[in-house]
């Protein structure tokens, strides 16, 4: 056997050579192996083979053909080009079966080794890993996103049936609510801070009959909570003061009165914070079902579900398609966690890595977990890039994990459709990819949710975001929160795909 | 050309040079007296060793004497090569060039013992 693998290797010498001491050389191989045996000496052997083969195949060729030291510059000249000859005769048919299974098995290799390098995949591999409903994937698409986006919401239903919160969640259908943003904030945030103002001890029918209608007692009880909360936990203690010396001076000429509704009390308390000092991540929440007390993280079971959940909508990647002129085409409902996601997410970039424009369509996602939208984002640039999370404070993790390895996306051009129903997370993918100028916007403004602030109880029906970080946004005074991030190009959220993809094809065209 | 390849001398050259300088030998015979010689340092794959040997034998340093079987090697019959006058007079060169290389060595301290 090892003397047929030789026998082949040898075929690599010129012709000349195989005939004049190709056999001379078998028998050399056949002495040595007679006198070499065992594990360690016909490794040797081997290496010294190889290692023979490497130094003397080369050199048999350069110095059969003396012609190869010298290029022919004149044949180059003419502009023509010109090809060496290993050999004069013309190939046989086993040389040319034996170069192509050399060929394909040099192209796997690249390919195999491209896949782990670069976690690269081809497009049909994308629709094998994901679930076995992928076929269908339009079908499973039309239910996803409401179901995707929700699916974290449902996971702290999930927890605690029985609580306000999930009397709070099922009730909160209309998608821009605060409050639902602050439920989900909870879930990201684990626990909720300790609070400044323990509530007082309530029953849950008395809270449900007061928040019929509010007292004067209910209102100084909040304000004086909010004022507690600002002093501990704002990030600007000065700021804190005036706040509160704003809130209880509205308090005492009377200006609250007139707010005997909870949620007009509450808008009421953000804005009067909010002249004081102007920021949009400060916020007075109001809630007609009893906010539920002691919220903890996620438990494993919370966390197994959000798997399947995830699995099951193919981690709201709901779809992934090149669209005709190469431009690629990926709907993602959701940032999902990096953790449960992320080769989902590899996978598809991984798919789209060839097109010429890739747009996102973002018109159904309700946003999700800051890792996931940093990491996207990473594929659209060739370099680390300052990434504005208004979560964060400042710090290396600031930046987005550019370039990532075999990425071919970072100077293609990219669109972005939005909606209305565009939200949170995927605004933060918008305004950075917009101020950093690197996206297109199509579509609507966006929702409008920051989720900056950190959820503090005041007491069953109150609650208050206030924000424990200082982030620096680089590019504004302000972000999106409450005004949400305006499109390039306003158009209906329905009619954003064939715009956008009018702007990438008259982009290429122009190239 | 092949003047070309053997200035300087190629080690390989050289060592089956000295290979030849007892006896006559086989292919497989040079490739076990070079490893004898250089303690095991050198072993002469196939390629190296027959394209050395052509170069050689291209160069008349060496020729080929007959084919004879081997006695220890299954009676093969095998091509034998033995030094040529042409061939003695270059290893000679050679050694004297790697002599004086030696004793330059010695002189810069470099190496100790003797003067060759």
């Known amino acids: ?511 | 050309m092949p003047k070309q390849k053997l200035h300087p001398l190629p080690s390989a050259a050289f060592q089956i040079l000295l290979s030849l300088a007892g006896e006559d030998l086989h292919g497989y015979g040079i490739m076990r007296q070079v490893a004898d010689q250089t303690d095991g340092r050198i072993r002469l794959g196939p390629g190296t060793l027959y394209s050395s040997i052509q170069t050689l034998l291209e160069e008349k340093f060496i020729e080929e004497v007959d084919q004879r079987e081997d006695p220890k090697l299954n009676h093969e019959r095998r091509r034998y090569y033995r030094l040529t006058s042409a061939g003695r007079k270059l290893a000679r060169s050679e050694a004297e060039r790697l002599a004086d290389l030696l004793r330059v060595a010695r002189t810069k301290k470099i190496l100790r013992g003797d003067y060759v």
Not at chain 1, 271 to 284: A, K, N, T
Not at chain 1, 330 to 345: E, G, H, I
Not at chain 1, 449 to 461: N, P
Request: charged share 25%; glycine share 6%; proline share 7%.
């Open chain 1, 1 to 511: 056997m090892s003397e047929k693998i030789y026998a082949l290797l040898l075929r690599l010498y010129p012709s000349r050579f195989r005939a004049e001491y190709g056999e001379e050389a078998l028998q050399l191989f056949r002495d040595r192996a007679r006198g070499e045996r065992g594990f360690f000496l016909t490794l040797r052997l081997w290496l010294d083979l190889l290692a023979d083969l490497a130094i003397s195949v080369p050199s048999e060729y350069f110095h059969a053909h003396p012609s190869f030291i010298v290029s022919p510059v004149r044949q180059h000249l003419d502009g023509t080009p010109s090809f060496f000859l290993l050999e004069n005769e013309s190939p046989r048919l086993g040389a040319l079966l034996f170069g192509s299974v050399l060929s394909l098995l040099a192209i796997a290799t690249v390919s195999v080794l491209n896949g782990h390098g670069a976690s690269y995949r081809p497009l049909g591999a994308l629709v094998a890993q994901s679930h076995p409903n992928a076929s269908r994937s339009s079908a499973v698409g039309r239910l996803a996103p409401q179901r995707a986006a929700d699916s974290e919401q449902r996971i702290l239903a999930s927890r605690q049936p029985t609580t306000a919160a999930n009397a709070l969640i099922a009730g909160d259908a209309e998608p821009g609510s605060f409050r639902s943003s602050f439920l989900l904030m909870l879930r990201r945030f684990g626990p909720v801070k300790p609070q400044a103002l323990q509530p007082r001890p309530q029953s849950v029918a008395r809270a449900v009959v007061e928040s019929a209608k509010l007292d004067r007692a209910e209102r100084d009880r909040v304000i004086d909570g909010a004022i507690a909360n600002l002093k501990q936990h704002y990030i600007h203690p000065d700021a804190a003061k005036k706040m509160a010396d704003a809130l209880l001076a509205h308090e005492k000429s009377g200006d609250d009165d007139a707010a005997t509704d909870g949620e007009a009390f509450a808008a009421l308390l953000t804005r009067q914070m909010r002249d004081v000092s102007p920021d949009m991540h400060l916020v007075v929440v109001y809630s007609q079902a009893p906010l539920p007390q002691g919220l903890t993280g996620p438990t494993p079971e919370d966390l197994a579900r959000y798997r399947e959940a995830m699995e099951h909508e193919n981690c709201t990647f709901e779809k992934v398609k090149i669209l005709p002129r190469n431009i690629g085409y990926l709907k993602l409902n959701s940032f999902p966690d990096p953790s449960v996601c992320r080769s989902t997410a590899r996978t598809a970039m991984a798919s789209l890595n060839h097109v010429d424009a890739i747009i996102f369509d973002l018109r159904d996602n309700r946003g999700g977990e800051p890792d996931m939208v940093a990491l996207m984002a990473a594929y659209l640039f060739d370099h680390p890039e300052y990434w504005y999370n208004p979560r964060e404070n400042t710090t290396q993790l600031s930046w987005t994990l550019s370039p990532i390895p075999g990425n071919r996306l970072a100077d293609k051009p990219v669109y972005v459709l939005t909606s209305a129903r565009t939200f949170s997370g995927a605004e933060q993918f918008c305004y950075d990819l917009k101020m950093l100028k690197r996206a297109t916007l199509v579509g609507e403004t966006t929702g409008g949710a920051a989720h900056s602030g950190v959820f503090h109880r005041i007491d069953d029906h109150f609650g208050m975001g206030i924000p424990e970080t200082r982030p620096i946004n680089p590019f504004s005074k302000t972000d999106w929160a409450e005004t949400g991030v305006d499109p390039d190009v306003k158009v209906k959220a329905a009619d954003a795909l064939e715009t956008a993809l009018k702007l990438a094809q008259t982009k290429l065209s122009k190239n």
